[in-house]
T-cell receptor, first 115, second 113 residues
């Protein structure tokens, strides 16, 4: 079975400071990992993904994520937070070893960036 | 490109009523999905369709049926709505292949009284 954990319901950060949103996963095969962002009353928007290759993945809006196989983590990061980054962030995983198409999502982390 | 569109945006039903949620995509994607989003639980997969003519159950299929009408359209039907089906429903689509990101519609907020 595949699963994702986002241990923080909410992350608060001041504008201009670096931010990290944590994600850990569990799969039996190779993980395909994704980050999505959801703004109020909107659908989810794709930010970035890790399939293979470089452990540091760069995505939209200045976000990046680091894949750590030994810690089974895929934390989302940004060097300098903006107030407009305030939103709900979801980590998702698919087990690349099974061919299963379904994504499993974490419960989400609300990012609040204070001016 | 409109991307993924969903209708209606909002709906209120009484227990036992039926309704169909519509989803369409104009990105020529083979795969389409229906999720529900409940507070504190992330998104859970209801059904998906890997390609036109095929559908498969996801994590929470009970109480729902789906139809992949053609490559563009994937509908979700509640035959006899229950209060436990109060949720926000999202449709998504993707190209074939398990490493491809999904594109989401704006959602339908459903309340069952």
């Amino acid at each position: 079975a595949q699963s994702v954990a986002q241990p923080e319901d909410q992350v608060n950060v001041a504008e201009g400071n670096p931010l990290t949103v944590k994600c850990t996963y569990s799969v039996s095969g190779n993980p395909y990992l994704f980050w999505y962002v959801q703004y109020p009353n909107r659908g989810l928007q794709f930010l970035l993904k890790y399939i293979t290759g470089d452990n540091l993945v760069k995505g939209s809006y200045g976000f990046e994520a680091e894949f750590n196989k030994s810690q089974t983590s895929f934390h989302l990061k940004k060097p300098s937070a903006l107030v407009s980054d305030s939103a709900l962030y979801f980590c998702a995983v698919r087990d690349g070893g099974t061919g299963r198409r379904a994504l499993t999502f974490g419960s989400g982390t609300r990012l609040q960036v204070q001016p | 490109n409109a991307g993924v569109t969903q209708t209606p945006k909002f709906q209120v039903l009484k227990t036992g009523q039926s309704m169909t949620l519509q989803c369409a995509q104009d990105m020529n994607h083979n795969s389409m999905y229906w999720y529900r989003q409940d507070p504190g639980m992330g998104l859970r997969l209801i059904y998906y369709s890997a390609s036109e003519g095929t559908t498969d159950k996801g994590e929470v299929p009970n109480g729902y049926n789906v139809s992949r009408l053609n490559k563009r359209e994937f509908s979700l039907r509640l035959e006899s709505a229950a209060p436990s089906q109060t949720s926000v429903y999202f449709c998504a689509s993707s190209t074939s292949g398990t490493n491809n990101e999904q594109f989401f519609g704006p959602g339908t907020r459903l309340t069952v009284l």
